[in-house]
């Protein structure tokens, strides 16, 4: 018996002429949220091809998304297989070159945001991923989520200024080396070369894997202040019961840990290999670097 119920439909004729992403997201009881991003979705210019992969809801999310949105391929997984696979499972399935991961809990303000992180991505082939800001809202007041960008100085800088209200920081992207899987816009093909999400995490963790995984094989990301969405933040998560959540949260904190731990290892392992490989470069970096001090 096939465990995963796929419902197939026609390219809708604005398809054919849909920008160059196909919109993933990976669904669990998510039915007070998914109507909103799917809509949102939908009021792009030229809607693009969505896919929803769900993991076993046990609300309405998987009827709601059927009967509200046809256009939207939706599959329905048997059992709850997690995140990192769940994804894995949907990115293969994309046949653009650009994958629009988004959690269910997202709103997107302006249409604005695709072809802004796509100029993010267009450069180079080595830039990865690109994401916006990312508020939460509560009533008429929004605030900046804390996430993984905010790692980097440069990026710290923008969380303060909204924070503290000091200005309006600089809009251009920059460089960060953490990025957070909410609201993300991937090149397909960086992220099939570094080995996809690691399954061994089923919530949490796959994040910072992912990231020190790009960073080891010379890939960037980009962060895009001038494009914020509003993240509501695990909406799915606080429909497990209170003992499991804490169990989830215990075991996420550990999977972090895990891929931290492991990611910069296999990073400091790729550096010294790249060192002996290529011994000549880093004996000239080090001269450059003493030229520099010596001025």
Not at 17 to 44: G, H, K, M, Q
Not at 141 to 167: C, D, E, K, M, V
Not at 196 to 218: C, I, M, Q, S, V
Not at 246 to 251: A, H, K, M, Q, T
């Amino acid at each position: 018996m096939n465990p995963i119920k796929i419902h197939a439909r026609k390219p809708t004729p604005a398809e054919k002429t849909a920008p160059a992403f196909t919109a993933l997201i990976v669904t669990y009881n998510s039915e007070d949220e998914i109507s909103t991003l799917l809509t949102d979705l939908r009021s792009y210019p030229h809607p693009p091809r969505t896919i929803v992969i769900d993991n076993a809801s046990q609300d309405q999310t998987v009827e709601r998304v059927r009967a509200q949105f046809p256009e939207v391929q939706l599959i329905e997984n048997a059992q709850n297989i997690g995140y990192a696979r769940a994804v894995n499972q949907g990115i293969a399935l994309c046949p653009t070159d650009f994958v629009f991961l988004l959690n269910p809990d997202i709103h997107i303000p302006s249409p604005t945001l695709f072809p802004a992180l796509l100029a993010c991505l267009a450069p180079s082939p080595r830039i990865a991923v690109a994401a916006p800001l990312q508020f939460k809202q509560t009533g008429e007041t929004r605030s900046l989520n804390f996430t993984w960008s905010y790692i980097a100085p440069s990026a710290l800088r923008i969380f303060l200024a909204h924070r503290f209200h000091w200005g309006h920081p600089d809009p251009t992207p920059r460089p960060v080396t953490f990025l957070n899987a909410g609201c993300l816009l991937i090149r397909k093909s960086a992220f099939m070369h570094v080995g996809k999400l690691n399954e061994k995490y089923f919530l949490y963790g796959e994040e910072p894997d992912l990231f020190l995984k790009l960073k080891r094989f010379g890939y960037e990301c980009r962060l895009h202040p001038g494009e914020a969405v509003i993240h509501h933040r695990e909406r799915s998560l606080n429909t497990v019961p209170s003992l499991k959540r804490l169990r989830f949260r215990v075991r996420g904190w550990l999977n972090i840990l895990d891929a931290l731990i492991n990611g910069y290892f296999q990073l400091l392992l790729a550096n010294l290999q790249n060192r002996r490989k290529y011994p000549q470069k880093s004996n000239r970096r080090r001269l450059l670097r003493g030229s520099d001090m010596s001025k």
